[in-house]
């Protein structure tokens, strides 16, 4: 594969090399890319550049011309890293024959006379002098153990006093000492630099003796080109590579492939890779002193991916930046040391943190997107990086609507019922749609907010836990993030809108979830008497009770008053008002009732004290009028649900529109209940005509009676109401024209 030449600015011809080989995932190959680019800076090309484009790397240098040429050199000229682990039992310095493959490895390195092995020679001189010391000082431990358990502290802290600079890499990447002094491990390298029973460094130097005493160039250009036409190593390969990390039902061949796959050359490049974020370990863990702070690096969510599963053992997850813009070696060094990712001005500490900063933008420029890799047990072996996906790393706005909610699910997290995980874990998984920019995200959100606010609501210890009921800020922010094509979200947003100006404890949020709103307090309380209305029947049938619920007689001046405005008040003063065919859909069962019961559920959680301006579209329609399309009774009946009086003009001779107060009698919304919508319509015809409006004839309708008592409680708008009386009645025209659908009172 011939590299392409490209001129840099001031240096002359360099060539753009692409490495199949090394591709964004799975993380074993993300970081032999990362490993060979860093040794081609230490070994050839200090100046190279990488970047990553169409999955795999690409690297910018003067020094080589193509991969054969690479691949050549690096054979060569290999020198292996001083990766030694004089902590760790299993590296060989225990010298008590447990671990005779590395005890021999280390041997065979301090015999050696190889110039290539010179650092690696040293680091293992050095570390025998650890192990000696602290042998001397009583730090061993008993039996075949090589250290107490009790002085691991006190032997880290001698190895990095003993070890050359060039092996404290290693140490830094593997462990380091938190505030407290105990030792904090990396989850990138396992338990100070072991996989269960297998110790990296060990492993290291025997792949790395074997390259250098008998070099094998085809198995480093299948590791650049992704060839899979040269046979491996029947051996660990570790937790960077699921696919070839052998174990139960791995193979047909499943005893004889149980070690699984390796390629050493991708081994040693791999291991290499995982030293970049050594430093970062170092500067970072003071932010975090609970586990080595590698930027990138987080607690799991387990959700977003299509394998993650409620029981499954997950250690953690790493998101693995990835840029397209050919970038310098320590500007990456810096990335990692210095890298962020940040969540509501704290960095991300779980995978839902991290998605959703992406989607803040609060990680760093130059990052193009993010490949989000799951440490999980699986295969009864070790931990496995297993890929879960790659985010692109672009501007979503919405996201910022989920920061709210972190305090009060924060309080749900560890100890609650099945039920209560089981929610959660369903929100969570929205908001990961969310923040990785999956469409009618949004709605799902809601969906799963209200459904775990419901599950909160029904549960003592979960209330306890949460403190007080859940009031969500920027209802306007999330109806344009939800969008309103739906006419369940769209009535769900007029009916939770609703509000009146002295009756608070009368909205469908207070009739619906346990709560009360006290003295002194502003937010409302939980409170352990069972919600007015339930939810459970459905959601007609709980906003039709609402509606007689809320039904109270308008108080009467002196003297008779006019039949057609003696009654009830029920619908909302305020709110944000729905387009008539959403009520007309409503009242002739063409919704799906479990959506909006869903949609209820979410919307009255949030903030609706400031609706102005705000405007629900009226569904497209063609042909006939929205009032002309509604059912006779529903013109009809519809006119008297609002605290308002009609503008009418009810003669030619009347100059201008004058209030037509309407109300609906006492004892409509629980006649409509029984099934009594004609006796319903004939009583406000007969209300009409004494307020001087004569009603046109027309058929019969046969509405569910439910069905219309709770389409009454949406509200419409003054101008909508007028239409419907126009449809039924033979009225002069207005002077004026308002607009019918989407106003907010």
Known sequence: MAGQQVLRAGAGRVNRIALPGCRTEPLGSYLQGLGLWRCLTRLIDPHARAGWESGHLVLTTAAVSDVDELAQRLVAGFEPLPIVSPWNGGSGFAGNGKSATAERTLQAIRDSH??????????????????????????????????????????????????????????????????????????LLGTGGNFGRQDLSATYLHRALAIVETPRRDWLHAALTGAENVPYERDAVGQFD????????????????????????????????????????????????????????????????????????????????LWNRPAALTEIEQLLGEGMADWCGSAARTGLDFVRAIGALGVDRGITAFVRHVFVERLGQSPLAVPAGRIQVRERPEVMLLAPLDTWTARLRGDSSAAVQTALRELDTAQFALGTGQPHAAPRVLVALGRLHETVARSGAARAATGTPLVLPGAREWLTAAGTGLPELRLAAALASGRDKTRPGLTLRALFIPEETKPRHTRPQWTDRPSLVSLGAGAIAALAAAHRRRARAVPEPDGDIDPAVGGVLSTFRYAVRAPLDDVTALATGR??????????????????????????????????????????????????????PL?????????????????????????????????????????????????????????????????????????????????????????????VEGETA
């Open 114 to 187: 190889e110039p290539r092995l010179a650092g690696v020679r040293a680091a293992v001189v050095a570390a025998d002098t650890v192990v000696a010391e602290g042998r001397r000082r009583g730090w061993g431990g008993s039996k075949d153990e090589l250290w107490d358990k009790a002085r691991k502290p006190d032997v880290l802290t001698l190895a990095r006093n003993r070890l050359p600079d060039e092996a404290l890499a290693w140490l830094d990447a593997a462990v380091v000492l938190g505030a407290t002094g105990d030792p904090v491990y990396s989850r």
């Open 242 to 321: 699921p696919g070839r990390a052998g174990g139960v039902q791995s193979s047909p061949f499943e005893k004889l492939d149980d070690k699984g796959f390796v390629n050493p050359w991708s081994w040693l490049l791999t291991v290499e890779g995982t030293l970049l974020f050594a430093s970062a370990v170092v500067r970072r863990l003071g932010a975090d002193t609970s586990q080595a702070a590698i930027p990138f690096m987080v607690r799991s969510s387990p959700v977003g991916y299509p394998s993650s599963a409620a029981a499954e053992n997950v250690m953690g997850e790493m998101w693995a930046p």
């Open 591 to 644: 919704v799906d009732e479990l959506l909006l019961g869903d949609y209820l559920k979410a919307l009255i959680l949030l903030d609706w004290s400031d609706t102005a301006g705000i405007r629900l579209p009226a569904p497209p329609h063609v042909g006939l009028l929205p009032a002309v399309r509604a059912p006779q009774e529903l013109r009809v009946i519809a006119p008297f649900f609002s605290a308002d």
């Open 647 to 739: 503008q009418l003009r009810l003669r030619e001779d009347q100059p201008l529109p004058a209030p037509v107060p309407l109300r609906p009698g006492p004892d409509w919304i629980p006649q409509l209940e029984a099934g009594r919508v004609n006796a319903v319509a004939q009583d406000a015809r007969h209300r009409m005509r004494i307020a001087g409006i004569r009603c046109l004839p027309g058929p019969p309708s046969h509405l569910d009676g439910h069905r219309v008592a709770a389409a009454l409680l949406v509200p419409l708008a003054p101008a909508t109401r007028e239409s419907l009386v126009r449809a039924v009645a033979d009225l002069p025209p207005n002077p004026r024209v308002v607009a």
